[in-house]
């Protein structure tokens, strides 16, 4: 940051505290409060079946702005969305589930090669997904439930061709509105849906 950028960013604040006095403040203290910070782990399908050679490359998750954030999505009704105040993910969401799908086939031990689709060797297939939901819905009578729904399509990167297409969902119970118990319930989730989605993709590779 240079210090004409800081220097112009400091008269501002001046002008705000001076504007809306201790309420402007308060807000600006709140925005810069650090959030806790939660990455979620793969879970790999079997290590039993087929084995091949072929090269994989996992696309970026196409997903809707509420949800591509580093932010936790909660959902109280159809046209509401908020975030847990004080919580976020480890990095942007569609790269969460990026990496935690190319681990999870991965620690298969399956299949030859699987990275992201920026990188790596020209591909014999490569996997979209579309993230559809991903997130904490609050029901009115005061429970929590995680859910998860996501799309994945192979393409044979050669001819372009769609391989398969299948949807994948989970939702899961949270002990609470706590950004750990919820974090808690989406890993649930995940360790049910990671296993079937790499086992599938595996079977049509």
Do not use: H
């Amino acid at each position: 940051m240079s210090f004409t950028t800081l220097n112009r960013r400091m008269v501002l604040l001046g002008a705000a505290s001076t504007l809306g006095g201790c309420t402007a403040l308060a807000s600006l203290n709140d925005a810069a409060r650090p959030l806790d910070t939660y990455d979620l782990s793969p879970a790999a399908g079997s290590d039993i079946g087929r084995r091949t050679s072929r090269t994989l490359l996992v696309a970026r998750p196409e997903a809707s702005a509420a949800i591509a954030t580093n932010r936790i999505l909660v959902r109280s009704g159809p046209a509401s969305i908020s975030y847990l105040p004080d919580a976020q993910w480890s990095d942007e969401l569609p790269l969460v589930v990026q990496s935690l799908l190319i681990r999870s086939i991965s620690g298969t031990g399956r299949i030859g090669y699987v990275g992201k689709s920026d990188g790596g060797p020209v591909p014999d297939s490569a996997l979209l997904v579309r993230l559809d939901a991903f997130g904490v819905v609050a029901a009115p009578d005061g429970t929590f439930q995680t859910e998860i729904d996501m799309t994945l399509t192979l393409l044979n990167d050669s001819t372009q061709r769609v391989m398969a297409t299948r949807r994948f969902a989970e939702t899961s119970a949270a002990a609470d509105d706590a950004a750990l118990a919820i974090v808690t319930a989406f890993q649930r989730g995940l360790d049910r849906l990671l296993p079937q989605a790499s086992d599938w993709v595996l079977g049509q590779v």
